[in-house]
């Protein structure tokens, strides 16, 4: 298995509140991303890095903002929570054209 | 736009009979990577198998192959001798060309019966 882990796994917080999620590799991969998984969409990408203090937007960035301050870490920041952004987060890391692996899911639930 | 359609919502197969999950996508570059993913009940993303757009051959892992037809666009994954740990939702996804940007499609729940 990749050595991805993102935390927390669960996390409940009201509207307006900001919330980080963190992924962790030790797999020392250059990219990184975040998706959402939301039912009858599949995964979408929010944002990815592709190495430190890399990043870029994906196709649903609109209130989220990221940081990879270090090789292992990608945050992920919802600055001010909203209910539309209940979901369940997925961390990913991968080589150069490689194969994306993915983290175990954090649940979001915004109220 | 690039695009990953999957058609089946939901399939049933009794166990040690082999099924096929349809993909198909859209897209104008002649570079690229299919993917398939597992999302068992418990909610990991797991890896299964991956064509390349230039593999001649199609890819097989184990149990899973993917039948890979270019001119049609399409990347179905079969899964052979169906077992029962095999039920979950099953994601298929390209990489677009020059990126490591995955599109993923809406994915099939495969239920295995006995």
């Known amino acids: 298995d990749a050595g991805i882990t993102q935390s927390p796994r669960h996390k409940v917080t009201e509207t307006g509140t900001p919330v980080t999620l963190r992924c962790h590799q030790t797999e020392n991969h250059r990219y990184m991303y975040w998706y959402r998984q939301d039912p009858g969409h599949g995964l979408r990408l929010i944002h990815y890095s592709y190495g430190v203090k890399d990043t870029d937007k994906g196709e649903v960035s609109d209130g989220y903002s990221v940081s990879r301050s270090k090789t292992e870490d990608f945050l992920l920041t919802l600055e001010s929570a909203t209910s539309s952004q209940t979901s369940v987060y997925f961390c990913?890391?991968?080589?150069?054209?490689?194969?994306?692996?993915f983290g175990p899911g954090t649940r979001l639930l915004v109220l | 736009a690039q695009k990953i359609t999957q058609t089946q919502p939901g399939m049933f197969v009794q166990e040690k009979e082999a099924v096929t999950l349809d993909c198909t996508y859209d897209t104008s570059d002649q570079s690229y990577g299919l993917f398939w993913y597992k999302q068992p009940s418990s909610g990991e993303m797991i890896f299964l198998i991956y064509q390349g757009s230039y593999d001649e051959q199609n890819a097989t892992e184990g149990r899973y192959s993917l039948n890979f037809q270019k001119a049609r666009k399409s990347a179905n994954l079969v899964i052979s001798a169906s077992q029962l740990g095999d039920s979950a939702m099953y994601f298929c996804?390209?990489?677009?060309?020059?990126?490591?940007?995955?599109?993923f499609g809406t994915g099939t729940r495969l239920q295995v019966f006995p």
């Open positions: 996804a390209m990489r677009e060309a020059n990126t490591d940007k995955l599109i």
């Open positions: 990913a890391i991968s080589d150069e054209q490689e194969t994306q692996y």
